[in-house]
């Protein structure tokens, strides 16, 4: 799974992976994996511009770049706060510079947009789905100049109550974080208004929609449900993380590895697993004639040594192992028809041990395996 490490046009590239068929009816092109890298959310330009040299250093080919949109648009609706864009734009034509693609997520609403000036994390109300739509398109107009985007990707985990917080308290019984499924409309609403809108003016874009965590088919079937006629995205991006192992034995309360599905437990193993979740979403997908790619826009586990964590960091760098052996085997468009896989994350802060690199910048285990399977 080598890597080349600067295309003539990521923008092209990201419209072949992503299988955008234009109105003339192009056949989409043969299958190339990308893989990449969630690179961190607010830092100084100086420490983003290390972190994206610590992911160039691994031979990636594109980094997720969150954007907040309470940050950039704080107070009123079309006032863009000039530092912080400018801030945006120095983060993509650092990336360009070494040869990174960029995929941007775009969530966090303003107090003014959500009328919840206590929690980010709320989306838009049903009012101000547009200012989204919006605030997305002037986003893409004003990056354009700092180099190409490959995709954008509306919202983060809308099926979570972390990321769609209304539903805490309130979420279904057969999970311990999933949103009820009549909030899948809702979600359906704000990615087809910021579809619609990119369309209308940068036809180009690639729109990543879902960003789901888990395979959660269930939600994924009440979002088909809600589209009617009209699918409003250009792929579906997932988060296929797996759940704890709770057979007895010595994994007994680790992550349960990529490759493994203890369906016999209970119903939360099948869409919480990684290998057997990416089968069940694309089995969905198929039964639905949608035959674009998945973009796994977060993948990975901590190297903490707690309940469904990895348990050490050598753990960590064979899950990461067994996962890309499955992509190597399994991406294609004939089979699980991936586009692209971002690890989450680049480095660990703050406790949070998911990262390639440690607090001190030192490379993981884990980071030197994906040195060595996507370097050139």
């Known amino acids: 799974m080598k890597q080349k490490g600067l295309w003539v046009s990521f923008t ?225 991006s997932l988060h296929p993380y797996a759940r704890v192992d709770e057979r007895a034995g010595p994994h007994y309360g680790y992550a349960q590895y990529p490759d493994q599905c203890n369906e016999d437990i209970d119903d939360l193993s099948p869409p919480w697993c990684f290998e057997r979740g990416l089968e069940i979403v694309r089995d969905f997908l198929k039964a639905q004639g949608f035959d674009r790619p998945l973009w796994l826009t977060e993948f990975g586990v901590s190297s903490a040594d707690a309940w469904g964590d990895a348990g050490s960091e050598a753990e960590q760098a064979k899950h990461l192992e067994i996962a890309l052996d499955i992509l190597d085997r399994r991406a294609g468009p004939d089979d699980l028809n991936v586009a692209a896989a971002f690890w989450y994350r680049l480095d660990d802060e703050d406790g949070d041990l998911f990262g390639l690199y440690r607090e001190d910048g030192s490379l993981k285990p884990a980071g030197e395996r994906l040195r060595e399977r996507a370097g050139p």
Not at 63 to 88: K, N, S
Not at 195 to 202: G, L, S, W
Not at 203 to 225: H, K, N
Request: proline content about 8%; hydrophobic content about 50%.
């Open 12 to 236: 092209a590239a990201a419209l072949m992976l992503a299988g955008c068929v234009p109105a003339e009816g192009r056949t989409p092109p043969s299958h190339e994996l990308l893989l990449g890298v969630h690179a961190a959310e607010t830092y100084t330009a100086a420490d983003y511009a290390a972190k994206l040299d610590r992911a160039a250093a691994l031979g990636l080919a594109v980094v997720r770049v969150p954007v907040d949109w309470a940050q950039l648009e704080p107070d009123a609706p079309g006032a863009f706060d000039a530092a912080y864009l400018d801030e945006l734009k120095t983060r993509v034509a650092d990336a360009r510079e070494r040869g990174l693609g960029v995929v941007v997520l775009f969530a966090q609403s303003p107090a003014w947009a959500s009328g919840h000036p206590e929690e980010p994390g709320y989306p838009p109300d049903a009012g101000h789905l547009e200012d989204y739509a919006r605030a997305l398109v002037r986003l893409a107009g004003e990056l354009e100049s700092a180099g190409p985007v490959l995709a954008w990707e509306v919202w983060n985990e809308p099926n979570s109550t972390g990321f769609w917080p209304a539903y805490v308290g309130r979420e279904r019984a057969d999970s311990f974080v999933l949103v009820p499924l009549e909030a899948a409309a809702e979600y359906a609403a704000l990615l087809e208004a910021a579809y619609t809108a990119m369309k209308r003016t940068h036809p180009q874009a690639v729109v990543l929609g879902g960003s789901l965590a888990s395979a959660d088919v269930a939600y994924l079937e009440a979002l088909w449900r809600a589209f009617g006629d009209t699918v409003p995205m250009d792929a579906l």
